[in-house]
């Protein structure tokens, strides 16, 4: 059963604009959640987390919003750069040491 | 510093061979966690090692193995293979010590095929 989703294959923004992606989860014991960006042929790469007693978190043009109550969380990526384009990860953790991905959203940031 | 490197890149096999991946943990890294991904899928856990002993492990049948070694590599071991193994398998590693889970830097990934 898939306890973090991603609903958005794919997204398309222009550059400048702010790109949303988003996130849900089912199992309410996740202590961190995390995002991760890959690129074609290179490992996913960390970008921003967020604990679960948190609501905000903040790192330059990337924040992280979690909604607890709706089981929800989106990345903000203000202003969105044509470097941004790649796959995102949604991921989760009970506290431990296993990640539960999503499946991704690929970004395109277009000129 | 190197960051995380996994061998082979590519590899090829066919069904019920028997596969083994390598992996090298970044520097002062004492963890490692592999995880397969699936072609349109997000990486799902295997198992994780630290002091050469599995600390947890995924919903992966037996057929999955895995070993670390005193200097901290890694490997991963699949037999029998099925066509359903075909997949990049993705060494993480990372410091037992470390409070958030951030820390877990990723390799390039092993792309297994099996024909």
């Known amino acids: 059963d898939q306890q973090v989703k991603q609903n958005s294959p794919s997204l398309s923004v222009q550059e400048g604009r702010i790109s949303i992606l988003n996130c849900d989860y089912t199992?309410?014991?996740?202590?961190?959640f995390l995002w991760y960006k890959k690129y074609p042929a290179e490992g996913p790469t960390f970008l921003i987390s967020i604990s679960s007693i948190k609501d905000k978190n903040e790192d330059g043009r990337f924040t992280v919003f979690l909604n607890k109550s709706a089981k929800h969380l989106s990345l903000h990526i203000v202003p969105s750069q044509p470097g941004d384009s790649a796959v995102y990860f949604c991921a989760a953790r009970v506290s431990g040491y296993a990640l539960n991905f999503g499946k991704g959203t690929s970004l395109l940031v277009t000129p | 510093d190197a960051g995380v490197t996994q061998s082979p890149t590519h590899l090829i096999k066919t069904r019920g061979q028997q596969v083994t991946l390598r992996c090298s943990p970044k520097?002062?890294?004492?963890?490692v966690s592999w995880y397969q991904q699936a072609l349109g899928q997000g990486p799902q856990f295997i198992f994780q090692y630290y002091e050469e002993e599995e600390r947890q492990r995924g919903n992966f049948p037996d057929r999955f193995s895995g070993h670390q070694f005193p200097n901290y590599s890694s490997e991963l071991n699949v037999n029998a293979l099925l066509l359903g193994d075909s997949a990049l398998y993705l060494c993480a590693s990372s410091f037992l010590g470390t409070i958030g889970p951030g820390e877990l830097f990723f390799g390039e990934g092993s792309r297994l095929t099996v024909l």
């Open positions: 520097s002062g890294h004492d963890t």
């Open positions: 199992n309410s014991m996740f202590d961190y």
